[in-house]
């Protein structure tokens, strides 16, 4: 009898890693605007090597009353009231992501997403304070929790910038298509799967392990199931 092929709820214990980037209107959450959100999925093969999957995005409308730094917003290139820019609510916005993470978290049987970022505090940040602006009960996503790829890049390369990590895990990087949501997702999802790609043999050897420890009790409150 064949072994079964390794699932994504066992690789981070329930958690569907989500790769996230956000373009915004300044450093402050609480007042500045998000302008692009953009989640790629991860998927897991039969022989547990993780790759980026599809990507979702975005452009998002100031929320009223919203803060736009120019300095920000020169080096994100967006002009939020450009003619032909179509963008939609935060709440329409979070809705279409969101209800894209959701099916993926049923399809690969886990029991919620975690955000993954380049510092991810900012992203997560960012989504959370959408998130009750726009009054959202269901957001799949832990809300404190979050995988961040300036420290794994920084234990695996030394490097905690994206794009001289993504050199050095040689993975192709273009200065030009930078600062795009989607493309800073796409890339730190490449380098979130090439990390653990590289590190699969520590986590084969720490499952071999925990199979004859002690079972501990699970301290992390917020495993149970995102709301549906």
Known sequence: MSAQPPLMRDRFRGFLPVVVDVETGGFVAATDALLEIAAVLVTIDGEGRLARGATIREHVRPFEGARLDPASLAVN???????????????????????????????????????????????????????????????PFHPFSCFDTATLAGVAYGQTVLSRAAQAAGIEWSAQEAHSAAYDAERTADL????????????????????????????????EPAPE
Do not use: M
């Open 77 to 139: 290139g967006i002009d939020p009231w450009h003619p032909l820019r179509i963008a939609s609510t935060e709440a329409d916005a979070l809705g279409n992501v969101f209800r894209e993470v959701r099916k993926a978290v049923r399809e690969q049987e886990c029991t919620r997403a975690i955000l993954v970022g380049h510092n991810a505090s900012f992203d997560l940040g960012f989504v959370n304070a959408a998130v009750a602006r726009a009054g959202i009960r269901r957001n």
């Open 192 to 223: 979130f799967c090439e990390v653990c790609n590289q590190f699969r043999p520590l986590y084969q050897a720490a499952i071999e392990r925990l199979r004859t420890a002690e079972p501990a009790e699970d301290s992390n409150p917020l495993l």
